[in-house]
Structures are given as structure tokens and as C-alpha cells.
């Protein structure tokens, strides 16, 4: 079973740009998480994407934002990125969102915001 | 809220040392708990978990207990090898959250 993948892997962006993630998650899961993680700040929730709606969202501002589609595959913006946004940014699927359930990650998109 | 706090690295060991990092978390509820692992430059590997008070979750020689008694899941394996040089994040997941915390992460370099 294919695991859990993220593009681009690698992006480059000059501040007030705009920027698009994409994860594919394990066939069959419904449930996306994303994860902020910098060398400061160690890994962050961004939000949680279920059967096409968040239901779960951290403590980051409205520039970040996300969607799900119906076959499970979630997509996050950034718009008018800022230094500070430069991270790994980490999507994690799992089954369901019931006791004993496990996020899988993915490799992680690398954004350098110059 | 749910926290997870992790001992301090780095951890320098030499071969066939033994190996713990201790773990402990404050959460509401009964969550799952996991450790993770992280190459250089890859994304967080799940390496064993364990969902209820006194599961023992164990893959690779890693082993860690879940400890409801004392709200800990230290990692330990018995004789570390050069390969197992990663950072190890301790997290829990609460059921009905999709969000897992983490502690910051433990680096660990085995020296040959």
C-alpha cells in the first residue's frame, strides 16, 4: 500500500507570494492533518480536514488555510508568505478518527520563503 | 490542554549501549501514544505506539509502556546501533481530535 505523499517536496518563494502544498494521503483514509515544523518551534498543528470538512484547526493565522476533496486528497495556501513561514510542512493521514488510530506522515514540503 | 514534555538532548551513545528517553504527558481523556522517528531531511516514521494503560508497544528492539499511573511512555532499546542516529518525537493522539502533540524531540547520535 502506497504511503502517504506530499508535493512539491522542495519549493522556493520571495516573500507576499503565494503558495500551494498538496498531500495524497493512504487509499482509504479520510482524515488529513497538517504539521508545521521549524527548528524554533518544534511541530505545530495547522488543521485536520474529515470527509471534506476541518474539524479541528490550530492556533495560526488566516493566511494558512486548507481544503479536502471528495477522494481525500487535501491541498494547503499560504498567501502573502512572511520569512517567518519558512518550514517543513508535514501532512499526516489516518483511518478514522476513533481510539487506537494512527497518523501516518508523509515526506514533508521543504518552503524556503527568501 | 494536552502537553508532552521529553528529556533534553542531544544523546551521544556509543554501540550496543542501552538507550532511554524518558517521556511523560498531561492529557484529558485516554489518548494513544506514539513514538516517531525522523532521518535527516524525511518526514516522521511511525516506530511503535501503544493505545491503552499498560500496552507495551515494541518494533525494531524499541520498546516503550504505556504508564497511566505515571503518565509516561519512556523509549528504551537494549543495544543501539550506528543506523538507529535520528531525532525521536513522543507524541499523543486524542480519539475525536485529529491532532497529535509532541514533544520537541530527542536527537541521537551513536558513535561507532
Known amino acids: 500500500k502506497a504511503g502517504v505523499t506530499q508535493t512539491p517536496r522542495y519549493l522556493i518563494k520571495t516573500r507576499g507570494q503565494q503558495v500551494t502544498l498538496s498531500c495524497s494521503p493512504i487509499?482509504?483514509?479520510?482524515?488529513v492533518s497538517w504539521y508545521q515544523q521549524t527548528p524554533g518551534q518544534g511541530l505545530q498543528f495547522l488543521f485536520e480536514?474529515?470527509?471534506?470538512?476541518?474539524?479541528n484547526k490550530g492556533n495560526f493565522p488566516g493566511r494558512f488555510s486548507g481544503r479536502q476533496f471528495s477522494n481525500s486528497r487535501s491541498e494547503m495556501n499560504v498567501s502573502t508568505l512572511e520569512l517567518g513561514d519558512s518550514a517543513l510542512y508535514l501532512c499526516?493521514?489516518?483511518?478514522?478518527?476513533?481510539?487506537?488510530?494512527?497518523?501516518?506522515f508523509g515526506p514533508g514540503t521543504r518552503l524556503t520563503v527568501l | 490542554g494536552n502537553s508532552v514534555t521529553q528529556m533534553e538532548g542531544p544523546v551521544t551513545l556509543s554501540e550496543e549501549a542501552f538507550l532511554t528517553i524518558n517521556c511523560t504527558y498531561t492529557?484529558?481523556?485516554?489518548?494513544?501514544l506514539f513514538w516517531y522517528v525522523q532521518y535527516p531531511g524525511e518526514g516522521l516514521q511511525l516506530l511503535l505506539k501503544?493505545?491503552?494503560?499498560?500496552d507495551k508497544g515494541s518494533n525494531k528492539g524499541f520498546e516503550a509502556t504505556y504508564r497511566k499511573e505515571t503518565t509516561s511512555f519512556h523509549l528504551e532499546k537494549g543495544s543501539v546501533q550506528v543506523s538507529d542516529s535520528a531525532v525521536y518525537f513522543c507524541?499523543?493522539?486524542?480519539?475525536?481530535?485529529?491532532?497529535?502533540?509532541f514533544g520537541d524531540g530527542t536527537t541521537l547520535t551513536v558513535k561507532p
Open positions: 499526516a493521514s489516518s483511518l478514522t478518527q476513533g481510539r487506537g488510530d494512527t497518523q501516518y
Open positions: 487509499s482509504g483514509h479520510r482524515s
Open positions: 480536514y474529515f470527509s471534506e470538512t476541518q474539524r
Open positions: 501503544a493505545t491503552k494503560a499498560d
Open positions: 507524541a499523543l493522539l486524542n480519539t475525536n481530535a485529529g491532532k497529535s502533540t
Open positions: 492529557a484529558t481523556g485516554y489518548p494513544s
